[in-house]
């Protein structure tokens, strides 16, 4: 069993920044991929990046490309999203989730993850 707890989500303008932390826990954390999603109001849940249980490989949708970056700490057991130049079009509950999959096909099947936190809001407007 793993839990994961996210944190870091807020208002913030259009343009701004902000940094959400998932900490991990459970037993053999280390070995399962972990990645970031997204659910806005009436629309299905995204895959935003995804990263391998050892950070060696990354996955970001398009949407996110250049603006956010999914690093993990191991010794801390956090894995991290830092989001800039964020737009309206990004605000939604976002999830951290894990499981032992490839980080592509995490990130394309949030329906075949096993693991997920609570979420945390994230609101971007002026």
């Known amino acids: 069993q793993l839990q994961l707890v996210e944190s870091g989500g807020g208002l913030v303008q259009p343009g701004g920044s902000l940094r959400l932390s998932c900490v991990v826990s459970?037993?053999?954390?280390?070995?399962?991929?972990v990645g970031w999603f997204r659910q806005a109001p009436g629309k299905e849940r995204e895959g935003v990046s995804c990263?391998?249980?050892?950070?060696?490989?990354?996955n970001y949708a398009d949407s996110v490309k250049g603006r956010f970056t999914i690093s993990r700490d191991s010794a801390k057991n956090t894995v991290y999203l830092q989001m800039n130049s964020l737009k309206p079009e990004d605000t939604a509950v976002y999830y951290c989730?894990?499981?032992?999959?490839?980080?592509?096909?995490?990130?394309?099947?949030?329906?075949?993850?096993?693991?997920w936190g609570q979420g945390t809001q994230v609101t971007v407007s002026s």
């Open positions: 990263t391998s249980s050892r950070g060696g490989r990354t």
């Open positions: 989730a894990a499981d032992t999959m490839d980080v592509q096909v995490m990130c394309v099947n949030p329906r075949l993850v096993g693991y």
């Open positions: 459970g037993d053999t954390s280390d070995y399962y991929a």
